[in-house]
């Protein structure tokens, strides 16, 4: 499956940003399907993850204010990002992963997407 991610840009703290994510081949539903972010200096880390049967995880800095979602005809993931704060600040990249493990990391996911900048301004 080959992974485009889209909707970052420059918002204020406290503003939203939807990001989309478009998969072409097989269908997302296929396979557990995840967000993730790097900060300049930082080791990429999990945000979100979709299971096969629509269930949602999250990690904690961003529970609450974010939620992945998918349109299943479209065959588009969505991260909907609200109350951005600047720590948000990050490249976030959408993944698809084969096999659930629990783990929620980034090893798990064998294909991934570019990333698209999100910038949050205080």
């Known amino acids: 499956v080959q992974l485009q991610a889209s909707g970052g840009g420059l918002v204020q703290a406290g503003g939203s940003l939807r990001l989309s994510c478009t998969a072409s081949g097989p269908p997302f539903s296929s396979y557990i399907m995840g967000w993730f972010r790097q900060a300049p200096g930082k080791e990429r880390e999990f945000v979100a993850s979709r299971l096969r049967d629509g269930r949602t995880f999250y990690a904690g800095s961003v529970g609450g204010r974010f939620i992945i979602s998918g349109d299943n005809a479209k065959n588009l993931v969505y991260l909907q990002m609200n109350s951005l704060k600047p720590e948000d600040t990050a490249v976030y990249y959408c993944?698809?992963?084969?096999?659930?493990?629990?783990?929620?990391?980034?090893?798990?996911?064998?294909?991934w997407g570019q990333g698209t900048l999100v910038t949050v301004s205080s």
């Open positions: 993944a698809a992963a084969r096999v659930w493990t629990g783990a929620n990391s980034r090893r798990d996911y064998e294909f």
